[in-house]
């Protein structure tokens, strides 16, 4: 491809070849209707599936790069993403997602409308369809899937979400790359929380992309109580590792979040207890790897 592309789409996937087809034809969509340079890049980092096989045809495309990441860690396949990816701007996804028809050409649109903003993140919703009203009661009660909709106004966000991000080229060159010891096959998270820290202290601003839309499938094994405890615990682990003084705020918000569970629990209202349960976990799991690690 001569052409420079406009937006580098970077993928990081693991183990999820169905899903990630899945994502990637909804891509095709999204670039057909966008009419502008595109390049996708999915970087393999480390999948014991047929990842590569069921890629063989579609990186025959031009605009379409594969790459093997043998470190582990999303972190450290995003980054090697980064050092292929050629757009002006970059956007991501998660192999379990599916994106709007016009995902890439509200990017687009977004960041030719606002030069304020080095970066931006969009809604993550549910499926429209297909999904029991059950499961997205859990999903509400459990927060183990990352949806969001900050509704239907441009404004400024103070973090960013890593399903359904984009980030301006320089931005990169100005505050760095992933911290590749956070996410998952690291820390377990907060890569993209860590990330957008870092582009609001060098006094860059993050807005919110109402018009960039894209979809998370609901996996209902994120709704079991040991997914539960292990997606706080990386929450938890990533915060110490942020900061090896957060225990000091840790400590009183795990108080505070155990009598928050006592309370929902005599009052009947299971939705609240898991919320404090969840806060209860992380917290004591930041106060305890901040003291283990002295």
């Not at 087809?21 to 595109?38: C, E, F, K, T």
């Not at 999915?42 to 014991?48: E, F, P, R, T, W």
């Not at 990816?85 to 606002?114: M, P, Q, T, Y």
């Not at 839309?213 to 990533?238: K, L, M, Q, W």
């Amino acid at each position: 491809m001569n052409e420079a592309p406009h937006i580098s789409v970077l993928i990081a996937t693991h183990n999820r070849a169905a899903s990630l087809l899945r994502l990637l034809a909804s891509l095709d969509g999204a670039v057909a209707a966008a009419n502008i340079p595109v390049e996708i890049i999915v970087a393999n980092n480390g999948s014991s599936d047929d990842t590569d096989a069921q890629l063989a045809t579609w990186r025959q495309d031009a605009r379409h790069h594969l790459l093997t990441t043998d470190r582990p860690g999303k972190s450290s396949a995003l980054n090697e993403a980064l050092r292929h990816a050629r757009g002006d701007i970059l956007a991501f996804l998660d192999d379990d997602e599916e994106v709007a028809s016009n995902w890439l050409a509200s990017i687009a649109l977004f960041f030719a409308e606002h030069d304020e903003y080095a970066a931006g993140m969009g809604r993550v919703l549910p499926p429209a369809a297909g999904v029991e009203s059950t499961d997205l009661a859990l999903a509400a009660r459990y927060r183990t899937i990352a949806f969001f909709d900050g509704g239907d106004q441009v404004h400024d966000k103070q973090t960013l979400q890593g399903g359904n991000m984009a980030i301006r080229r320089e931005v990169f060159a100005k505050v760095g790359g992933f911290d590749e010891r956070l996410g998952p096959g690291a820390s377990g998270a907060w890569e993209d929380i860590e990330l957008g820290a870092r582009i609001c202290r060098a006094g860059l601003r993050i807005g919110y992309m109402p018009g960039v839309t894209i979809v998370h499938h609901v996996d209902t094994s994120r709704f079991s109580p040991e997914y539960f405890r292990r997606h706080n615990e990386a929450a938890g682990r990533s915060a110490a590792i942020i900061n090896a003084r957060a225990w000091r705020a840790a400590l009183p918000r795990c108080l505070e979040a155990l009598v928050g569970v006592g309370l929902a629990t005599l009052s009947g209202n299971t939705d609240r207890r898991e919320h404090a349960r969840g806060r209860a976990i992380r917290h004591w799991t930041t106060v305890r790897c901040c003291w283990s690690a002295g």
